[in-house]
Every structure is written in structure tokens, then in C-alpha cells.
């Protein structure tokens, strides 16, 4: 019983070892490889500003509550200006003493300098303007950064536009190669896309912010630009 047991055993092993042969040495079709770029241009239809106050004070509570009065006021202002409370967010806080002089052992700071930044969201571009400048009168000293954008609710139609363009790119190569060659292509053997970061998805790169002075028309003075949408996908099609 127990030889005819590892018989069988002797078998299994050597119908998987003839198994795993076959696999590796399976034989594949010819094939022509491509990559495929798909590419949309729109018009950002939000911005995203960094901002915040900076205040000093000869105590750090001094610091603090004139930090936090401003910024409760700089909250205000952007829900009276129609900007979501979901859209205002808290992103940075900073509280510290600061010594000027260099005297050797000194423990009694020169002043307190007190920080607090906010990332929000701003929907409506064509009031930027006027929202900034606003934010300026009710204690904003400092903006980090300004970036345009496509809102989340819209980027996927566009993702979806850009991968159509990208899989039309790669057949279209591949069709032009197989014929120059006098080959006929068919069927698609493999499919993949990809982004310059490697994620699954497209990428999206986030348009240059332009600066304008105000014209003697009374221009803007901040330019959106444009975001560039792009997906890439690589494609495998088996010659005929």
C-alpha cells in the first residue's frame, strides 16, 4: 500500500514538472509593442491657495490671541464671500520665541512670533481678484503658493477623453508599423497604462500660474492657464 502511495506521488510530481516545462517553454505569438499617449487640454475651474497671518507680540499669549483673532476673521471673510467651510483648511500652526541679540546665555526672548496658515479652495476664478485682495484687509500678510485646477467631479471625464486618445495613439502606431512591414495586425495580445509617478492612473499636470499686471483696461492680474490631462498606455497586438 504504502509503494503503490508513493507511486502515485512519483507521478504527480512528474505530470507538475512536465506542467511547469510546457509553461515556460510555451512559445509566444509574434507580437509588435507600442505605447499610446493621450492628451486633453481644459480650462481649471478652481484654485487652491495657501495663505495665512503672521503676528508678533512682546507674549507669546499676546502672540497667539492676536494670531487666532485674525485668522477667526480670515474664516469670516471667506464664508461671506461664498466659500465652502468644507473648501477652508487649517494647515499649518506655528508659535515661538525669537531672539534677535546674540548675548551669551540670554533667556528672555525679544518677542513671540506667531504663525497660522490655511489651504482653501476657491471655485468661483473670476472673483480671485477681488477675494484676495479682500483677504489682504482682514489680516492675511503672507500666500505661499496659488495652484489651478480641475475639480474632482470633472477630472475623471477628462482622465476617460485622454485614455480613448492614448488607446487611438497606440493602435495607430502599431497599424503603421505591421503595414510598412507588409504584416497585417491583429488582435490585441496585452494592455497596460501607466504615468510618469507609475500609479495605475492617468496624470495631470497642474498648469503654470501666469502673472499679468493690471492693464490700463483694468485687467486681471492673476492667469489660469491651462491643465494638461495625459494618459499613456502600452499595448501589445499579435501579428497576422
Avoid: C, W
Avoid at 509593442?33 to 486633453?40: A, K, L, P, W
Avoid at 515661538?96 to 546674540?102: M, R
Avoid at 495652484?147 to 477630472?155: E, I, L, R, T
Amino acid at each position: 500500500m504504502k509503494k503503490m502511495n508513493l507511486m502515485l506521488l512519483l507521478s504527480l510530481f512528474f505530470v507538475s514538472a512536465l506542467s511547469v516545462q510546457a509553461q515556460q517553454g510555451q512559445v509566444l505569438p509574434p507580437l509588435v509593442s507600442v505605447n499610446g499617449t493621450g492628451e486633453v487640454r481644459v480650462q481649471p475651474n478652481e484654485v487652491v491657495v495657501n495663505l495665512g497671518v503672521e503676528t508678533r507680540g512682546k507674549t507669546l499669549d499676546e502672540a497667539r490671541k492676536e494670531t487666532d483673532k485674525k485668522a477667526a476673521a480670515i474664516i469670516s471673510y471667506l464664508k461671506k464671500q461664498g466659500v465652502d467651510a468644507k473648501h477652508i483648511q487649517t494647515s499649518f500652526v506655528t508659535l515661538q520665541p525669537i531672539y534677535n541679540s546674540g548675548e551669551y546665555g540670554r533667556t528672555t526672548p525679544d518677542f513671540y512670533m506667531a504663525q497660522k496658515s490655511m489651504t482653501v479652495t476657491v471655485k468661483k476664478l473670476d472673483k480671485f481678484d477681488e477675494l484676495l485682495s479682500g483677504l489682504y484687509g482682514v489680516g492675511v500678510n503672507h500666500v505661499h503658493g496659488v495652484q489651478f485646477q480641475v475639480s474632482d467631479a470633472d477630472v475623471e471625464k477628462y482622465k476617460a477623453e485622454a485614455r480613448k486618445k492614448a488607446v487611438a495613439n497606440a493602435k495607430a502606431k502599431a497599424t503603421q508599423l505591421t503595414s510598412e512591414l507588409g504584416s497585417k495586425l491583429g488582435r490585441v495580445y496585452a494592455i497596460s497604462e501607466s504615468s510618469s509617478n507609475g500609479g495605475p492612473r492617468p496624470m495631470y499636470k497642474m498648469a503654470m500660474m501666469e502673472s499679468a499686471a493690471y492693464d490700463s483696461a483694468g485687467g486681471p492680474t492673476i492667469a489660469g492657464g491651462e491643465v494638461v490631462i495625459t494618459s499613456n498606455v502600452d499595448v501589445s497586438f499579435v501579428i497576422e
